[in-house]
């Protein structure tokens, strides 16, 4: 843990903040989010399914079922356990759709080399309990966290009913049957009591905004549709068919630290395109210890979620199960506030001791660069000047190791980012590299605009489409349910709240969403609807939610995480709660109140 004084140097940390902002400037651009190019007209190639193993030919559907879930990703695999779990029993009685040709969203698509999951998978890695399953690491591979996907769905019979390599194109409400019209790009029409739709959050991939993209003549693709048909090999790396190749990764985030040490393995040469660093802290994977694993008593896994989640909703607790990168910096805060009344009671002194642990943190992360990788100049470039939320923090042991390798370079583009594809080079700071192949590493969309995230519309009653319905405001109660769209479920970060361990929040709303359907089938309802008014109370208090990260992130140097610096933009009722423990113990104590408040059954 790294400890904070009170007699913190407050000078070094007020030249730091003018450092950070210096940094931050010289990356705002004025297109903002509209810099990235969408795989599609000219890019389509880039969002196509290199996963596909055989052509699913089918005649098209017209049948009904209890329950459609859109997306086969943890949210709809979630819905679906919860559902069984819940008694929805019969097999047919649920059908899973995606357009991906097995369940696993994330893990089916993110299939790069070195892919592994940054949050601890005791706890990512949902119904362990249920599913009698030991993660073989502290953090599981993309592969294994794929193939637990799959067991989920076999466990509860999800295969069974489940329609993939098919895309959703209208969910449309039909009064006089009440039933929901589901229709799909292959002539399906599919009548359904419920909709489940979880569409995912950051499943779009986009392109870097960079000049000549469309003229590269070598070969190219996005990290989440990896060819493995070119580079050879599989997400343990021994990609034989980039012996003789020059690749160049655009983009150093997340995914581009993980899959950079296994190409640096395989490939004749390896650019690091780099516009921003990332902050790279210790990642310290180890197998699972099975003594340990199996003394588990029953419950263990939500008690271990729960410890999580409270110490980063900021939390004082004396054990720290995870004790990990992302626990460090909120365990830090709380232990300070819990030894020093007189700050904690004092709004400005958390925020200046926050900002002070931050310093901290991301001082002893920049000296790490130092301590590993030997060429001081590239070292200094691989250092992170912002503050820790202001990107996703990434936990790596052998990514600032592949730059002491000779076969990897870093080109630092201080900011600017690549400026010019070519034929067959890419430039950066006007100098011309020759590559055979680019690696977008570029990341994902994220458009809080529900057409765009799930890529169909959804029209409810009265022809009311909710793309239109949200276009002013987000409404809804407890995140899940909206009014006009009866037994119409919603699976998203919009309204609700998200923790860095993802799957928990989807389960937690999965549950929640899966005991209103089970009590609409138990009281025999036809239409389960919210009260205009439950949804109104739900706003207020959403906008009522306190507004530190949007202060916390006009701060920040550009990414996803502040619309690439666009300032204003949120609109207050797509926000979340602030307190993921908060928003848990909301749908927890309404569920155990037992009355449906703000529901009605007809
Ligand atoms: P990110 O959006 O985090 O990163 C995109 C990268 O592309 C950034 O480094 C960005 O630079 C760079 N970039 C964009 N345009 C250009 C350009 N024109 N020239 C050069 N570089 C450019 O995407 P990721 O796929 O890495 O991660 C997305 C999210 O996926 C993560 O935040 C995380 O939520 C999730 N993820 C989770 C993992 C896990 O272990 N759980 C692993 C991997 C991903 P800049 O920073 O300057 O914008």
């Given at each position: 843990m790294t400890t904070l004084n009170r007699d913190f140097d407050f000078d070094a940390l007020n030249i730091m903040r003018e450092k950070y902002h210096q940094e931050r400037d010289k990356r705002i651009r004025s297109d903002g989010n509209k810099q990235y190019h969408e795989p599609k007209g000219q890019f389509s190639n880039y969002a196509k399914d290199p996963f596909i193993q055989t052509e699913i030919k089918r005649d098209a559907l017209n049948d009904e079922v209890e329950v459609v879930v859109v997306g086969a990703g943890f949210g709809g695999l979630l819905a679906g356990a919860s559902l069984r779990e819940a008694g929805l029993e019969q097999k047919k009685a649920i059908r899973l759709i995606d357009q991906a040709s097995d369940v696993g969203g994330t893990w089916y698509w993110n299939r790069f080399p070195g892919a592994m999951c940054d949050v601890e998978s005791y706890i990512y890695m949902p119904l362990l309990e249920q599913l009698n399953y030991m993660p073989t690491e502290k953090y599981a591979s993309g592969s294994e966290i794929f193939s637990y996907c799959q067991k989920i769905a076999e466990h509860y019979h999800l295969y069974d009913n489940a329609c993939f390599q098919t895309e959703v194109t209208e969910v449309r409400w039909n009064q006089e049957l009440q039933r929901w019209r589901v229709s799909t790009d292959r002539g399906d029409t599919i009548m359904a009591r419920f909709v489940c739709m979880?569409?995912?959050?950051?499943h779009r991939p986009k392109l870097p905004g960079v000049k000549g993209l469309e003229n590269f003549e070598g070969h190219a693709f996005h990290t989440c549709r990896w060819d493995y048909q070119y580079t050879g090999g599989d997400m343990s790396g021994n990609m034989t068919g980039l012996e003789n190749k020059r690749v160049a990764v655009v983009g150093t985030g997340a995914t581009a630290i993980q899959c950079i040490p296994k190409l640096a393995e395989s490939a004749e040469h390896v650019y690091v395109l780099q516009r921003t660093p990332s902050s790279i802290d210790v990642r310290n994977n180890c197998p699972t210890d099975t003594d340990w694993f199996a003394q588990q008593a029953a419950g263990w896994q939500q008690e271990r979620r729960d410890n999580f989640n409270r110490i980063l909703s900021g939390e004082h607790i004396d054990s720290d199960m995870i004790n990990d990168g992302w626990t460090d910096i909120s365990k830090n805060l709380s232990a300070l506030l819990t030894n020093n009344t007189d700050i904690a009671s004092a709004p400005d002194q958390i925020a200046k001791y926050a900002e002070a642990i931050d310093f901290n943190k991301m001082s002893q992360i920049r000296n790490r660069v130092d301590e590993v990788v030997s060429n001081s100049e590239t070292a200094d470039k691989l250092k992170a000047y912002y503050?820790?939320?202001?990107?996703?923090p990434c936990f790596h042991d052998e990514y600032l190791q592949s730059f002491n390798r000779d076969n990897v370079t870093l080109l630092d583009s201080q900011g600017k980012g690549v400026e010019n594809v070519l034929a067959n080079s890419v430039v950066v700071d006007g100098q011309e590299y020759p590559v055979d192949c680019l690696v977008f590493a570029t990341g994902f969309e994220l458009n809080p605009a529900i057409k765009k995230k799930a890529g169909y519309e959804v029209i409810g009653k009265n022809d009311l489409k909710l793309s239109d319905k949200w276009e002013q405001q987000t409404s809804s109660m407890h995140g899940v349910i909206t009014s006009e769209f009866p037994n119409c479920f919603i699976i998203s970060n919009l309204q609700s709240a998200f923790t860095v361990c993802i799957t928990h929040s989807l389960e937690e709303q999965a549950r929640h969403i899966a005991y209103i359907i089970l009590n609409a089938k138990t009281q025999d309802a036809t239409e389960v609807n919210v009260s205009k008014e439950a949804e109104q109370k739900w706003g207020e208090l959403i906008v009522a939610q306190p507004n530190i990260t949007e202060e916390f992130y006009n701060e920040c140097t550009p990414g996803y995480y502040n619309r690439e610096g666009e300032k204003n933009k949120l609109n207050l009722h797509n926000r979340s709660f602030a307190n993921t423990v908060e928003y848990f113990k909301t749908l927890n104590d309404w569920r155990e109140e037992g009355t449906l408040k703000g529901i009605t059954f007809d």
């Open positions: 979880s569409n995912g959050i950051l503050r820790a939320g202001c990107k996703r």
